[in-house]
């Protein structure tokens, strides 16, 4: 059985069996999210990603909500511990790249890309994406984002690129108090998003500097919108849930 020790310890003191537990880690390996979440054995079907043959549960997270305005709704709270524990590599790394820090926003962005593409019911091909920053004031363009890196969406957001005219965002993502006006002002009358994530806590592009060793509390909350017209409820509730995921375990953003 493979089990990290962070993830060993919460089993300790929440009295679970790690055995009986299913691991969304590489080779199975069980995560400190899969503790939090209870992810049981047996609870849902298994099913390989990516090239790495790692095995993962297919669950899914539903609405939180009625849907609003056409859209699922789904609010959510995410504790991203796990990228401040193994930021020191990675910061490093990017600061020699940027000369700079990178940002948790940036992991938010990929997180937001490669969920919204895990299922099969949404087959864009070229995903363009509309970043509201600094509380709604600055817009960054991000066409073709599909398979961005998370180092080549900071380099992107660092431009600060602005929308290009009849530019049409699929995923729309908005930063702590932007506002539904804001947003409305940048998207033409007939342009619908397809999925949209805005942040609800004190989320400034800001992240974590090389070295950094105080500790920090990084509590993600947020709400997370699917188009109707777009995608099912049941595939919007496993991109929710996916979502979730890939912010509880940024390893697997890195790997692929």
């Known amino acids: 059985m493979l089990i990290s ?40 079907k298994s099913m390989p ?30 504790d991203m511990s796990a990228l401040a524990d193994i930021s020191f590599p990675i910061a490093v790394q990017c600061e020699k790249l940027l000369e700079k820090r990178y940002s948790v926003f940036d ?10 593409m895990s299922t099969e019911e949404w087959t864009e091909e070229k995903v363009n994406v509309l970043l509201f920053e600094q509380q709604g004031e600055q817009t960054t363009a991000l066409p073709d984002a599909a398979d961005m890196s998370i180092y080549r969406i900071a380099r992107e957001g660092d431009q600060n690129q602005p929308a290009p005219q009849n530019f049409r965002p699929h995923i729309v993502i ?8 804001q947003v409305a002002k940048k998207l033409s009358d007939d342009t619908h998003p397809s999925f949209a994530l805005v942040l609800r806590g004190h989320t400034p592009k800001v992240g974590i500097r090389a070295g950094r060793t ?9 709400t997370f919108y699917a188009a109707e017209t777009c995608v099912s409820l049941a595939a919007a509730n496993r991109i929710a849930a996916e979502l979730q995921v890939l912010l509880f375990n940024p390893v697997r953003l890195l790997l692929h």
């Open 49 to 78: 990603t990516g090239n790495q043959g790692t095995q993962l549960a297919d669950f899914t997270t539903p609405p939180t909500r009625e849907p609003k305005d056409g859209y699922y709704v789904y609010d959510a709270e995410v």
């Open 174 to 181: 908005c930063d702590a108090h932007t506002t539904r006006a």
């Open 107 to 116: 992991y938010v962005v990929r997180a937001m890309v490669r969920a919204c």
């Open 214 to 222: 105080e500790p920090q509390h990084h509590t993600l909350p947020y």
């Open 5 to 44: 020790p962070l993830a060993r310890k919460l089993c300790a003191a929440q009295g679970k069996d790690p055995t009986k537990l299913c691991g969304s880690g590489p080779r199975g390996r069980i995560m400190a999210a899969d503790v939090r979440r209870g992810s049981v054995k047996g609870a849902a």
